[in-house]
């Protein structure tokens, strides 16, 4: 039976009635009576994907004070509360049973909370209804996905990040639901709750990573679909590297403000930030499910960053967030090498330098989360093949992590089982300004997901162990740290990640050999010196190697026993997870006993 309710009549316009009558998609009609009846919105937007739709959206923004407009004229600025600049782990919970490390309320006590505090929410407001799909819209395996929101910063920031996909939606086809409202802004009732099942709620918050639901949000909702599935849905970047032997794509896992994002800008970007991973004949292959990029903006320069550098500067179309807006009507952000303006406004309202919050702080001029948002399409290094509807061959996959005092810089797996345990799993990184909370402190984060899981970790790896056996070309699997000290400071040059990725490519293409240590194999000094020389061109000394390739055992002993630590207090780990790590202890124990605390590559 057909479902066409009055609700719709009598708040869309005849032409957006028609359109979604000609879906006849039951399921949606029903939702978007629903909504309307929580929320209680005075008109509704559909946004199809048109240019009148993409048009009017920004102008709306821009109406609406949630963006201004900046002297480029393609650019605009958004400025979130204060207090609401990242990721809000203690107001967002899986609704449903406990999870370890996974904040979550009982499913009706949450889910009767966060309604009540949208019921009525976009009152004498507009709402806007964005149809996106996850994935190329060709791709058999693309998720279609709803956004509902009164904030037009919100739809535009869909509407750069992600698919148009409203024909999609003909009949009565499945989606992901996302509901969101800029609410009374009252922090303290910030609420982001996630309904397993396919919902996800969002009121009194507007940075995006709560509000944009197909981003993080949907994260967690894919995640648990993947693992239902058999299939992987990561916080990873898809780049494709040129070797001697063709293009190899391979996905890279870093926590947010630990390189990902500059680690995308030097291959072919096909994503900067999530991947779809599926197993096709034997293969591992892999879809971007966004169109866009919202990129952490602290930091990047022109001398490190020329990519971005040139897109920020470009005419194409840019959402700046919580940056400094000058006098002149441009930004300035920390970092970026410019001079510091002497007053602006940002987050914080006014601001002029030596402002102080109320707690004494200082104010920086751009808070260290700021963010840019713009379209795959504005970058220069974009791969031919990321909108593939058959997705990429993943040969390779990194795991990297902001560690100052163990990790070395570039190590390969001995194979799937013991990359993904003891790479992946067992990642420990400095906290960024991208969560709320102390920076810089280290942190459990295995796969960098640690935000974002929403099923329990033993079944997650389970899922990750089994899809490697389903694989007859599994990908090599490296660690990653950036980051290394000693007592004289970082032991990486900025640019040396492009000797690391060229190894990477090498030891795929099986043109060099490999050094076997305790943790994996590393490069042989042969090897990077001549890397060093070709790719950077500059030296690179037997001190830089030992340096930075001197393993410490003894930080690896202690990381992989507070590891297994964690592992063997979740209830379904898998016990091929405690094997690995009882081996891999085991393993850099008897180079203890043989070497001391430290090994130098020299004496492997």
Known sequence: MEVFPDKLRGRLSSSALSKLYELRNNKLNSFLSDVIDLCEPESIYLVEGTMEDIEYVKRRALETGEELPLSTKTHTIHFDHPLDQARAREDTFILGDKIPFVNTKPKEEGKKEVLSILKGAMKGREMFVGFYSL???????????????????????????????????????????????????????????????????????????????????????????????????????????????GVHYITASFPSGSGKTN?????????????????????????????????????????????????LHSEDEVIFSNVLLKSDGTVYWDGSGEPEPEKGINFSGEWWKGKMDDKGKLVPASHPNARFTVRLGSFRNLDPRFDDPEGVKIEGM??????????????????????????????????????????????????????????????????????GKKLSHEPKIFSANYFLKNEKGFLNG????RVWLRWIVERIEGNVDGLKSPIGIIPLYEDLSRMFSSVLGKPYTRENYESQFTIRLNGYKQKFLRIREIYANIEDTP??????????????????????????????
Do not use: C
């Open 135 to 245: 994935g190329p819209v060709s791709s058999k395996h693309r998720i279609l996905a709803i956004q509902v929101t009164d904030s037009a910063y919100v739809i535009h920031s869909e509407n750069m990040l992600y698919r148009h996909a409203f024909k999609e939606f003909q009949g009565d086809r499945d989606f992901l639901k996302f509901i969101h409202s800029v609410g009374t802004r009252d922090i303290k009732k910030r609420r982001i709750a996630i309904d397993l099942e396919g919902t996800v709620y969002s009121v009194n918050t507007t940075y995006a990573g709560n509000s944009v639901g197909l981003k993080k949000l949907a994260l967690r909702l894919t995640l648990n679909k993947a693992v239902n599935e058999g299939w992987l849905s990561e916080h990873m970047a898809i780049i494709g590297l040129e070797g001697d032997k």
């Open 263 to 311: 680690t995308s800008m030097l291959g072919r970007l096909v994503s900067d930030d999530l991947a779809f991973i599926r197993e096709v004949d034997g293969e591992a292959r892999a879809w971007n499910p966004e169109a866009g990029v919202f990129g952490i903006i602290h930091g990047i320069n022109q001398k490190d960053d020329p990519i971005i550098w040139e897109v």
């Open 398 to 467: 990194i795991f990297g992590v902001k560690d100052y005092s163990t990790l070395i810089p570039i190590a390969e797996a001995f194979n799937w089982a013991h990359g993904v345990i003891t790479m992946g799993a067992s990642m420990e990184s400095a906290r960024t300004s991208a969560v709320l909370g102390k920076s810089d402190e280290m942190e459990f984060n295995p796969m960098a997901l640690l935000d974002f899981v929403s099923v329990s970790l033993g079944r997650y790896l389970e899922n990750y162990l089994m899809f």
């Open 494 to 497: 900025k640019e040396d990640k």
């Open 575 to 604: 016990y091929e997870v405690l094997e690995i790590l009882d081996k891999q202890i085991a393993d850099i124990e008897y180079y203890m006993r043989k070497f001391g605390d430290n090994v130098s590559p020299f004496q492997l």
